[in-house]
């Protein structure tokens, strides 16, 4: 139960975060979502980000900080088991699936969807 | 004539013989939903394209106001139009189907008032029976075109502004009376460093500033002259500073004289930020709104400064500011 | 960043930011706090179900989920409802992986009118594409320089 707790709390707070980059700031959601990328890799980088998915679950994973911190991963993985070269092939090992995903049906919603303005 | 530094009287006598408005769904519920001609039911209007529903407004708009004056669209001599959508497509679409000469302007959201400024300029010295002037804007076009697709999800500030669904056209001759346009200044480029498209409303204030002021130095004259002085589209922002930019400089704008196309065309129960924006803010105000009022005898004097951000979606990126103009027509009954 | 301003632009960006109404930060932040909160609780619901009845393990179990956030998000995009939902959520919204999902659907569906190949195609990863072409470049540049740690006994 309280998994779901600290899902709610952390990933509300991330949220804030990028709440603050946008009104305080004045980022637009593009520099906003890129900062937050750009900071899962780091924390990635630095072993914090998944001791923060282990303690908030979903609440880790959902935010696009995530995805930064996936990308790390997979390429720091591939660095692992196949030397330099692996930075290039693990990049997308990890965020395959929400990639294509997004594709796959955001192309479907265009063959079915019309926007309404 | 040439009067002063920015404007000019035209004394041949130049009329609006007619006008007409169309608007989409969403201003047909405002408060001036019964001044306007034709109100669609939805913003496609059986496009394919918010484009091309656009040309579809500015053409019907065109078509009645040819309609009203009980003549042909072969008589138009010369059609005037602009509109936001890049190479202004909906005008040259529009004045195809027209088949008129035609003169395309650029102006953002002040071509209303820089459209018909050209044609009274072009018609006081000429012997040219009928000009079209006009204007268009699609709420969906330009969200897509300056800002981000329709359907995503960016929160917008309370500076930001609705630009308006519609388009707005009238009618001048030489050779009838009508509503008369008397005067007209022509604005200067003023960029203040406002650099946010979401605030557009403090980009153009200075220029409506600017234009209001200079009229009145031009003409000599003083606020209390007109019934209605109108910026096109400065909002609730926008209009709060302008008039406290005038005020520092000497112009107190009376409050039940100076107001804004902006403010009056949507209700407080619309969710619209700041306020309405797009050319065809202005065009559907002054063409259908305040016509209608000085036709029914309420006011007779009013002077529309339209108001236009000249940035593009590049400059903005390439970090430019925005900026502004602002053309004042002014109409006498 | 942006333009060096006159002293006279200084002066009207301090007039018209007084007249300006103030963005209500507190008042968006809780917003986007509980929002976002609840999409990451979403999350969490649909990971536990994917673990308990589908079989997939903790490491797994992310693929479905974010697959599923995806859906939702495209589906709610296309029926109109997903920007009604962002203007009051901001960065609720915007943040997790669902604002991800919005940005390719909104722009597939706004740009249909261009066509398939260059319209939707084309316009997919218009608002996106910083976010991958970041996410990669600085995973890139992390790895190089655990890479270079590694080289030098770290």
Redesign the interface.
């Given at each position: 139960m309280d998994k779901f707790i600290w899902a709610f709390i952390i990933g509300g707070l991330i949220c804030v975060i990028g709440q603050i980059m946008?009104d305080v700031f004045?980022l637009?959601?593009a520099h906003t979502m890129s900062t937050l990328v750009v900071a899962g890799a780091i924390l990635g980088g630095l072993s914090l980000y998944e001791p923060l998915i282990k303690f908030a679950g979903a609440g880790a994973t959902v935010p696009i900080s995530s995805f930064g911190n996936s990308l790390l991963k997979g390429a720091f993985t591939e660095l692992e088991k196949d030397g330099p070269i692996g930075i290039l092939t693990g990049i997308f090992e990890l965020t395959s699936s929400g990639i294509s995903s997004a594709i796959i049906f955001g192309f479907m919603a265009s063959l079915i969807f019309?926007?309404?303005? | 004539m040439v009067k002063g530094k920015q404007s000019f009287i035209f004394d041949a006598g130049v009329h609006i013989l007619s006008a007409s408005t169309v608007v989409g769904p969403f201003e047909g519920k405002g408060p001036l939903s019964d001044d306007f001609d034709i109100i669609h039911d939805d913003?496609?209007m059986n496009q394919?394209?918010?484009?091309k529903a656009e040309k579809i407004m500015l053409e019907e708009a065109a078509l009645k106001t040819i309609e009203k004056a009980g003549i042909k669209k072969e008589d138009i001599n010369l059609f005037i139009s602009g509109d936001l959508l890049s190479q202004i497509i909906s005008s040259n679409f529009a004045a195809r189907t027209i088949g008129s000469p035609y003169i395309g302007i650029y102006s953002a959201c002040s071509g209303s008032m820089e459209s018909l400024l050209l044609a009274a300029l072009i018609m006081e010295g000429n012997d040219i029976p009928y000009i079209l002037t006009g204007t268009s804007s699609h709420?969906?076009s330009a969200e897509?075109q300056f800002r981000?697709?329709?359907?995503?999800?960016?929160?917008?500030?309370?500076?930001a502004q609705w630009t308006v669904t519609g388009a707005g056209t009238c009618l001048l001759t030489k050779m009838f009376q009508g509503p008369k346009v008397v005067s007209a200044t022509i604005g200067k480029i003023v960029d203040?460093?406002?650099?946010?498209p979401f605030?557009m409303g403090?980009a153009m204030?200075?220029a409506a500033a600017d234009t209001i002021y200079t009229h009145f130095q031009d003409m000599g004259i003083t606020p209390d002259y007109y019934d209605i002085i109108a910026t096109g589209d400065l909002g609730?922002?926008g209009h709060?500073?302008c008039k406290?930019?005038l005020k520092d400089k000497g112009l107190e704008m009376p409050e039940h004289i100076f107001t804004d196309c902006g403010i009056l065309i949507y209700g407080d129960n619309q969710k619209v930020q700041?306020g309405g924006s797009g050319c065809a803010c202005s065009a559907v105000v002054t063409f259908g709104h305040f016509l209608n009022r000085m036709k029914r005898n309420e006011i007779s004097k009013i002077l529309i400064v339209a108001t236009g951000a000249l940035h593009s979606p590049l400059s903005y990126q390439q970090?430019?500011?925005i900026p502004g103009i602002a053309h004042g027509v002014s109409i006498e009954m | 960043?942006?333009?060096k301003?006159?002293p006279?632009?200084?002066n009207?960006?301090d007039?018209?930011k007084k007249?300006?109404?103030?963005?209500?930060v507190f008042k968006?932040c809780i917003k986007a706090f509980i929002v976002g909160g609840l999409i990451c609780v979403l999350g969490q619901f649909f990971q536990t179900i994917y673990i308990k009845y589908f079989g997939f393990t903790e490491k797994t179990a992310a693929s479905p989920t974010s697959a599923t956030l995806i859906i939702i998000s495209v589906l709610l995009?296309?029926l109109?409802v997903?920007?009604k939902?962002?203007?009051w959520?901001?960065?609720g919204?915007?943040v997790p992986i669902t604002?991800f999902a919005?940005?390719m659907?909104?722009?597939a569906?706004?740009?249909r009118?261009e066509g398939y190949v260059l319209g939707v195609g084309g316009n997919m990863f218009?608002?996106s594409g910083p976010v991958i072409v970041f996410g990669v470049f600085s995973a890139f540049i992390i790895s190089i320089i655990k890479l270079v740690f590694n080289l030098f006994g770290g």
């Open positions: 946008m004045a637009t959601p019309k926007p309404k303005g | 913003i496609w394919g394209s918010f484009e709420n969906a897509k981000y697709p329709t359907e995503y999800g960016s929160q917008k500030p309370p500076t203040m460093g406002i650099s946010d605030n403090s204030a200075p609730n922002v709060k500073i406290d930019l700041a970090k430019e500011s | 960043m942006g333009k301003l006159t006279e632009q200084e009207y960006k007039f018209s007249r300006e109404p103030k963005r209500p968006n995009t296309g109109g997903y920007d939902i962002a203007q959520a901001g960065a919204t915007a604002g919005n940005t659907a909104s722009a569906i706004e740009h009118s218009k608002i």
